[in-house]
């Protein structure tokens, strides 16, 4: 299998530039694993990893990020899929969780990791649900703060790669992060 480093950097994960995020904050880079894991050399090389690497009963999601990956997850390693709906619907079925969790040890799975906000939601929403769920894989972590957040709250980041591992040789480092107006 292909180095998922490799994969990420080939499939344009790590692009290099001037970036307004989510939160404000500017970056010379972005990390979009969403675009990325539409090829399917990567999608797999994500699946394969953590089949063979975390145990779980089910793997989950939160929409829109982590479905394809819990989806990839799920037929690889046999095992069952839950999606986090993204925000509560107003009509229908109104479960935040699409899947069976209840008593079953779950694993979530993100694309991106920077604060850990989304993660812990996404956690407190499966232990809402009655969900054994106390561990985040991530493909990426921008190494900013969800790796302290998620374990003051009792959950273990897994990240695939850092975003440290990505930068190597870019000629750039991690610490070009600036907050909005700096």
Do not use: C, N, W
């Not at 994960?13 to 404000?24: D, M, P, Q, R, V």
């Not at 694993?107 to 920077?114: A, G, M, N, P, S």
């Not at 990240?159 to 930068?167: A, E, N, Q, T």
């Amino acid at each position: 299998m292909a180095d998922l480093r490799a994969l990420l950097i080939r499939h344009r994960a790590i692009e290099f530039g001037e970036f307004t995020l989510a939160s404000g904050a500017k970056s010379s880079y972005y990390i979009d694993v969403k675009s990325a894991v539409t090829h399917p050399d990567l999608l797999s090389a994500v699946a394969v990893l953590v089949t063979q690497r975390y145990p779980f009963e089910v793997i989950a999601g939160v929409a829109v990020g982590g479905v394809p990956l819990a989806v990839a997850v799920s037929l690889e390693s046999k095992k069952p899929f839950a999606i986090i709906r993204s925000s509560e619907k107003g009509h229908g079925k109104k479960d935040p969780v699409i899947g069976t969790v209840r008593g079953k040890d779950v694993l979530l799975i993100e694309d991106v990791t920077t604060s850990g906000g989304s993660a812990l939601r996404g956690i407190d929403v499966l232990r809402a649900a009655g969900a054994r769920a106390d561990r985040v894989v991530t493909v990426v972590d921008r190494e900013q703060g969800a790796e302290k957040m998620l374990g003051d709250h009792g959950v273990s980041l897994i990240p695939l790669v850092r975003v440290s591992d990505l930068i190597k040789g870019q000629g750039i480092s991690g610490d070009h992060i600036q907050p909005e107006g700096q």
